[in-house]
Structures are given as C-alpha cells and as structure tokens.
C-alpha cells in the first residue's frame, strides 16, 4: 500500500510569513498533485510533477518534485489570507493503475490577516 | 460554468437506512471517480468508471456499496444499511480521458456529506 505522509498537519501564520509543507512516502509516484480544498468544496487542482528533480512556480507557490519521485514540498512566499485551505498532495499510480490517486491527510493552513 | 455537481449536498440517515448519491460529471469526460473523505483525512479511492464501464472497485469498503454509471455520463453511488462508520463526505470527479492519461487533472465536485445517526 502507497503511504503519504504529510506536514505539518496544522500551520496557523501571519499574513506576510513564508512557509514549506512537506508530502513524503516510501513509494515511488508517477506522478505527484497538490490540490487545495476550502470547506464545503472538492479539491482543486494546483499543479502536477512529473520528473524527478522538478520545480514548477504558480505566482508565490513554489512546488517542488523529489529526484527519487517519493516527496515533495510547496513553498508559499507571503502568504495571504487568500491561501488559507487544506492542502493535500496526492500520488498517481504507476502502470495500468495510473488514473488512481493516493491522498495524504493534508496540512490545514490558516493565515491570519 | 458547467463543473461536476452533486447532489444532495447533505443527506442525514438513520442507521440502517438506504441512501443514493448523485454525481453530474463535467459534459463529455469519459472517466468518473468515486472518493470517500472521512474527517480529518484526505480522500480515499472508491471506485472509477471510464465511460459506462466499472474498470476498477477494489476501494469500496463493503458489499454495502455499490456505484453505477449505466449511460456513461452521470453515476450514483448507492450504500445499503447504513452505518454509523459511513459518515463521510464523497467526493465525485472527472477526467477527460482517465486510463490513457495518468496525469491529467481530475475535477472534483463539492461533496456530499453524509451523517449516520
């Protein structure tokens, strides 16, 4: 069974303050996703990594895709209190499983004006 | 414009009871997925569709469980004599392609969320 494990699992900052939340496993992914959801809402989409080793930038969101494809990390510089959500990580499957997402519990980020 | 919808939105049940949710997916996405989000947590797989075809429901906890997709485009998912364990918010989303596509981006709908007194 793929694991991921995330943190930290609560993070309650000043708007302004930089922050890194943490999605690790010791699988391997295909493919690794960042999604933030709001309460009441599914899960929304932020990015997608392929490649080990990769960096994709979304304005002040920084992820990050491990060499070994097994962790990730999002950095969010100046947060605002836009950004407060739940953030999950999610691995794709590999082969013919490649459609089926694992979930980590998430980091709930609350940032206070 | 026209995301995946869900419905109810809420449903309370007694235990015991039948209940039926309802998933709209996005016009035209051929794969549709079932999650379960219990609180606390992130969501789990249940179950994926691609057109009318169940391909894969090794998620569904119990034989209490059962999902439908019988034109291809909207699914519901039935639970038979509800638990308590079964409180939960599902999660339904959709994909354009699914299989050939492992890292195309899933859309998700708002959730039911479901509470078994």
Do not use: C, V
């Given at each position: 069974t793929q694991l991921l494990e995330q943190s930290p699992q609560f993070l309650s900052i000043q708007e302004g303050e930089n922050l890194t939340v943490y999605c690790n496993s010791s699988s391997v992914f295909s493919s690794l996703q960042w999604y933030r959801q709001e309460p009441g809402e599914g899960p929304v989409l932020l990015v997608t990594v392929v490649t080990g080793g990769e960096v994709k930038k979304l304005k002040r969101l920084t992820f990050q895709f491990g060499d070994a494809r097994k962790d990730s990390s999002l950095h969010i510089t100046a947060?605002?209190?836009?950004?407060t959500g739940l953030y999950l990580c999610a691995g794709g499957g590999s082969?013919?499983?490649?459609y089926k997402l694992t979930f980590g519990k998430g980091t709930l980020l609350t940032v206070n004006p | 414009g026209a995301g995946v919808s869900q419905s109810p939105r809420y449903k309370v049940a007694k235990r015991g009871q039948d209940v039926a949710l309802r998933c709209d997916p996005i016009?035209?996405?051929v794969s549709l997925f079932w999650y379960q989000q219990a609180l606390g947590q992130g969501p789990e797989f249940l179950t994926y569709f691609q057109n009318e075809a169940q391909?894969?429901?090794?998620?569904?906890?119990?034989?209490?469980f059962f999902a439908e997709r019988p034109e291809g485009s909207v699914s519901t998912l039935k639970i038979q004599?509800?638990?308590?364990?079964?409180?939960a918010v599902y999660l339904c989303a959709s994909s354009l392609m699914g299989l050939a596509g492992g890292q195309e981006t899933q859309y998700f709908g708002p959730g039911t969320r479901l509470l078994v007194l």
């Open positions: 947060a605002q209190p836009g950004d082969g013919g499983s490649n | 016009s035209g996405h391909l894969d429901k090794s998620g569904l906890p119990s034989d209490r004599r509800t638990q308590q364990e079964d409180s």
